[in-house]
């Protein structure tokens, strides 16, 4: 069955950077597009960008550009969403979740609550 | 960018249907998924296409969409709907996807 497992809690100081991985098993990894979306606590679904697990390519929402950086490696199904400059307010759960053919989510993965504190 | 809005709560008695729109600028021309989040869990898709089901999800859920509004409507509301839901599209003119600002279905 497809699983996506995320990486664990995280603590870090403003101006850190952090790094969250997403390890995808029981589907063909490069055959989706990985999408990285974020929850500030109380708050609603962030949409930050995507990774094309098979070329690399990477688009990234406005507000995160400059900032995120999506990558992969296939040798181990593993999906990466780096964040830089980290203000208190990226205080958020960070998911992947893989894009089927039709533009919906149809996997996610468990979140990883990333702290922003000094 | 184009922007989903959704009332932020909806209260349903027992047995009765609850509906939660999402509203955006000639949404009947985009398709619309539906996701139901509950607390301390990721999302889960509830309704793909604007109106198909995934495999374990209920009949009582449904969706529309005509015009500036689309909505998901939860027929037979059970203590277990209880939830955060969001609308979601991809938007072609930014290739970005977006999602509704959610809404909270208290069951009664």
């Known amino acids: 069955q497809v699983q996506l497992v995320q990486s664990g809690a995280e603590v870090k100081k403003p101006g850190a950077s952090v790094k969250v991985s997403c390890k995808a098993s029981?589907?063909?990894?490069?055959?989706?597009?990985m999408h990285w979306v974020r929850q500030a606590p109380g708050q609603g679904l962030e949409w930050m960008g995507w990774?094309?697990?098979?070329?690399?390519?990477?688009k990234y929402e406005q507000n995160f550009q400059g900032r995120v950086t999506m990558t992969r490696d296939t040798s181990i199904s593993t999906a990466y969403m780096e964040l830089s400059r980290l203000k208190y307010d990226d205080t958020a759960v960070y998911f992947c979740?893989?894009?089927?053919?039709?533009?919906?989510?149809?996997?996610w993965g468990q979140g990883a609550l990333v702290t922003v504190s000094s | 960018s184009y922007v989903l809005t959704q009332p932020p709560s909806v209260s349903v008695a027992p047995g009765q249907t609850a509906r939660i729109t999402c509203g955006g600028n000639n949404i009947g021309s985009k398709t619309v998924h539906w996701y139901e989040q509950k607390p301390g869990q990721a999302p889960v898709m509830v309704v793909y296409?604007?109106?198909d089901r995934p495999s374990g999800i209920p009949e009582r859920m449904s969706g529309s969409n005509s015009g500036n509004t689309a909505t998901l409507t939860i027929s037979r509301v059970e203590a277990g709907d209880e939830a955060d839901y969001y609308c979601q599209l991809w938007d072609s003119s930014s290739d970005y996807y977006v999602f509704g600002t959610g809404t909270k279905v208290t069951v009664l």
């Open positions: 990774i094309n697990c098979d070329s690399g390519a990477a």
């Open positions: 296409g604007g109106g």
């Open positions: 979740a893989r894009l089927s053919g039709d533009r919906y989510f149809d996997y």
């Open positions: 029981g589907y063909t990894f490069t055959g989706y597009y």
